[in-house]
């Protein structure tokens, strides 16, 4: 094998078989950040909804389910607790009277 074969084995693509798993990164999160910014720009939940089944389906196809799920709880349990009893922010709000907490209005 000489010099020239050698290089030019690494700028082919490696291809897996798999469609998802063979598009460029930069591509996949051109592609994702802009249903990701739909979701924000439409604003309807049901849009929301049928876009996480809809990247589930996408993890399932790309043969990644598993990592894609440690993520997604991990973030969904960030936003959910937004304000809540991990972030220490329901003491405070409790003492500053939020009704919804136990607090005085």
């Not at 990701?36 to 399932?60: E, K, N, Q, T, W």
């Not at 973030?75 to 220490?88: A, Q």
């Not at 709000?93 to 607090?103: H, K, S």
């Amino acid at each position: 094998m000489d010099n020239r074969t050698f290089a030019n084995q690494f700028l082919e693509p490696k291809r897996t078989g798999n469609f998802i798993k063979d598009l460029n990164p930069l591509s996949k999160l051109n592609i994702f950040l802009a249903f990701g910014l739909s979701a924000l720009i439409l604003g309807d939940y049901r849009y929301g909804f049928g876009l996480v089944v809809f990247m589930l389906v996408v993890a399932v196809l790309a043969q990644c389910l598993s990592s894609y799920l440690k993520v997604y709880w991990k973030i969904l349990l960030f936003v959910r607790d937004e304000g809540g009893v991990l972030s220490g922010r329901a003491d405070h709000m409790a003492e500053m009277g939020d009704p919804r907490l136990g607090g005085k209005p």
